[in-house]
């Protein structure tokens, strides 16, 4: 399961940035997985069957808190209950409103027309942050052969579509690698000049080191009414 080996991974990257930056703070453990009937539960809740990784992922976690931008990947309980789920339908249109709006301006589309995939109502958010700039959804219309659903990905104000989850995770283990390597080329600059500064500090110390006389200078004869 090449998407468990990205979770994995995702982690660890997570913990590398926070023991460099402790101020992003320690990554959140994922909770245990959910039993079988909760899994089911939601699908019949959704009226759809979920992707297998995802599925497989709520076996083994019930959710992933802040995996990506803030967002989290919901577990059974959001997923059945549906509150975040219609807050991320809300983003969704209101995001496809300023888009098609957008369009009709420019090329004189009228704002109630749709792409094949344009219905944003339909899509099934599964993932989203607490003042819900970023969203998952699956799109239940674009199901692979293995049963992946392909994924809107919509964060400040851009939206991006992935061929399903494990890409998803892919996108977002690629990104914390490279911020990760920016991180540690950053402290490496910083780390040479200060390097130098000390050497440089060191090698005058010891010029004045050698420069101070061994043996105090002798102190002139002072004349004295004994000495005449």
């Known amino acids: 399961m090449e998407w468990l080996e990205s979770m994995h991974r995702i982690r660890a990257l997570k913990l590398e940035l926070a023991r460099m930056d402790p101020r992003r703070g320690m990554p959140i453990a994922p909770p245990a997985g959910a039993p079988e009937e909760a899994i089911a539960g939601v699908e019949r809740r959704l009226g759809m069957a979920l992707p297998p990784s995802y599925r497989e992922l709520l076996s083994r976690h019930d959710g992933w808190p802040q995996l990506f931008a803030g967002a989290s990947l919901l577990g059974v309980?959001?997923?059945?209950?549906?509150?975040?789920?219609?807050?991320?339908?809300?983003?969704?249109?209101?995001?496809?409103?300023?888009?098609?709006?957008?369009?009709?301006?420019r090329d004189g589309v009228p704002a109630t027309m749709r792409g094949r995939h344009g219905a944003r109502s339909a899509l099934v958010p599964f993932g989203i942050d607490a003042a819900a700039e970023t969203v998952f959804a699956w799109d239940p219309e674009a199901r692979a052969?293995?049963?992946?659903?392909?994924?809107?990905?919509?964060?400040?104000d851009v939206g991006l579509r992935l061929s399903g989850f494990p890409e998803l995770l892919d996108?977002?283990?690629?990104?914390?690698?490279?911020?990760?390597?920016?991180?540690?080329?950053?402290?490496?600059?910083?780390?040479?000049?200060?390097?130098?500064?000390?050497?440089?500090?060191?090698?005058?110390?010891?010029?004045?080191?050698?420069?101070?006389?061994?043996?105090?200078?002798?102190r002139p004869f002072l004349r004295s009414a004994l000495t005449g």
Not at 179 to 187: I, T
Not at 197 to 202: K, L, T
């Open 145 to 156: 052969p293995d049963g992946e659903l392909e994924i809107i990905l919509w964060t400040n």
């Open 77 to 105: 309980r959001a997923l059945a209950r549906g509150s975040y789920m219609d807050v991320g339908r809300m983003v969704l249109e209101h995001c496809e409103g300023e888009e098609v709006r957008g369009a009709g301006e």
């Open 171 to 218: 996108m977002v283990k690629d990104m914390l690698a490279a911020e990760l390597d920016d991180r540690r080329k950053r402290a490496a600059a910083q780390i040479e000049p200060a390097a130098l500064a000390r050497g440089a500090v060191a090698s005058r110390s010891r010029v004045r080191a050698v420069a101070v006389p061994l043996t105090p200078a002798p």
